[in-house]
C-alpha cells in the first residue's frame, strides 16, 4: 500500500469503525507471512480461527467453512448489538486489551470512564460478565481504592468459582461477612493468603485454631493485587531483566509476582517510574490487571488448547 493511497484511507475508516463497535473489520490469513502483524489491521482477530493460514488446512473446504462461520457470526454479533442500543468492544482495540467483541450493557457505560482511558475496555468487560458494579449515581469512581475483600469477589466472579465454600478459614471473616464466600473459595485454591495470628496486637491468636486473619476491609496493595493475579492465572514466575523497580528489590518478598506481571503486561509503573510498593491499587488498576492477567490468559490458553487439538 502506498501511503494516501485510497485502500490505505478506506482501511483507516475500516479500522475506526472497528474500534468505535459500528463496523468490524476481520483480516482473512490466506498464506504465512512474517510481517502482517505489523500492519495496521495486525491486532485485529484474524479468520480462520487463531490466525491460521488457509493454505496451512490440509482441508482447504473447512478452513473456508471456518472464515464463512466467523464472518457470519460476527455480523450477527454486530447487528444484534446495533439494533439493541448495547456498546460493543471490538475484538482488539488500541490499548492492546483482547476483548472477544464483548456486548456491553447499558448499564455498563459509567458516566466518568471514557474510551480515552487506559482501564476503560476492562471495566466494561468485567461489568458485562458480572464481576464489578458501579456506583447508584452510574459511576464507576475508577480512581478510589479497593479492599482486599471486594478483590477476592473479583477474582472469584471472573473464574466463576460456585460450590460449597466450607467452613471458616479466617478468624476475621466468619459466615456473616460479605465476602465469606468468595475469600474462602481462593483460599482454598491458595490463590489467596492471610497473616498470621498475633501479628499485631488486634489480631491476638484465638485458641485452639489460632487462624489467621484476612483483613478483607484493609485496601489492597499494589503488591498485593499482583501476587493474587499471578497465582490466580498460574503464570509462570518471569522476572527476566529484573529488577525494573527500586522499591522493589530482589529481596523483596514480592519481587518475583511484580516482576511477573510486569513483564506479562499486566501491571503498569506509576507516573514517576516506581512500582508503588504499599500504594493502594485502585479500581482501574485492578480492572485492566483482572481482564489482562486473568480473562485475557484464560482465552489465550483456551485458543492454544483448540490449536492444539486441531
Not at 488457509?54 to 464472518?71: C, F, H, L, P, Y
Not at 459466615?175 to 491476638?204: D, H, K, M, Q, W
Amino acid at each position: 500500500m502506498t501511503e494516501g493511497s485510497i485502500i490505505d484511507i478506506e482501511l483507516e475508516r475500516a479500522i475506526a469503525k472497528h474500534k468505535a463497535g459500528t463496523a468490524r473489520a476481520i483480516p482473512v490469513v490466506l498464506r504465512p507471512t512474517d510481517n502482517w502483524k505489523s500492519t495496521p489491521f495486525g491486532g485485529l482477530q484474524a479468520l480462520p480461527t487463531n490466525g491460521k493460514p488457509i493454505n496451512k488446512w490440509s482441508n482447504k473446504d473447512e478452513a473456508w467453512a471456518d472464515v464463512t462461520r466467523g464472518i457470519r457470526e460476527a455480523a450477527e454479533e454486530l447487528q444484534g448489538n446495533l439494533s439493541s442500543g448495547n456498546t460493543l468492544i471490538p475484538r482488539n482495540n488500541k490499548r492492546g486489551l483482547y476483548a472477544e467483541g464483548t456486548v456491553i450493557p447499558s448499564h455498563c457505560n459509567y458516566s466518568d470512564i471514557s474510551p480515552t482511558d487506559d482501564y476503560y475496555y476492562a471495566v466494561q468487560h468485567l461489568c458485562a460478565i458480572g464481576a464489578v458494579t458501579g456506583y447508584a449515581d452510574g459511576t464507576f469512581r475508577p480512581e478510589s481504592n479497593m479492599t482486599r475483600g471486594q478483590f477476592a469477589k473479583i477474582i472469584s466472579n471472573t473464574l466463576e468459582f460456585t460450590g460449597d465454600s466450607g467452613g471458616q478459614i479466617f478468624e476475621d471473616v466468619p459466615p456473616s461477612n460479605t465476602f465469606f464466600e468468595c475469600i474462602n473459595r481462593l483460599a482454598e485454591r491458595n490463590i489467596v493468603r492471610g497473616y498470621a495470628c498475633g501479628t499485631i496486637p488486634s489480631e491476638p491468636c484465638v485458641p485452639s485454631s489460632n487462624k489467621p486473619y484476612f483483613r478483607s476491609f484493609d485496601d489492597l496493595a499494589r503488591e498485593q493485587l499482583c501476587e493474587i493475579i499471578i497465582r490466580a492465572g498460574v503464570w509462570p514466575t518471569n522476572s527476566t531483566g529484573g529488577p525494573h523497580f527500586k522499591d522493589v528489590p530482589l529481596n523483596n518478598p514480592f519481587f518475583q509476582y511484580v516482576e511477573t506481571a510486569f513483564n506479562n503486561g499486566i501491571i503498569s509503573p506509576l507516573i514517576d517510574g516506581t512500582f508503588g510498593f504499599g500504594s493502594p491499587a485502585t479500581r482501574g488498576q485492578v480492572c485492566v490487571a483482572v481482564y489482562k492477567g486473568i480473562v485475557v490468559n484464560e482465552k489465550n490458553k483456551n485458543a492454544q488448547s483448540q490449536s492444539t487439538k486441531r
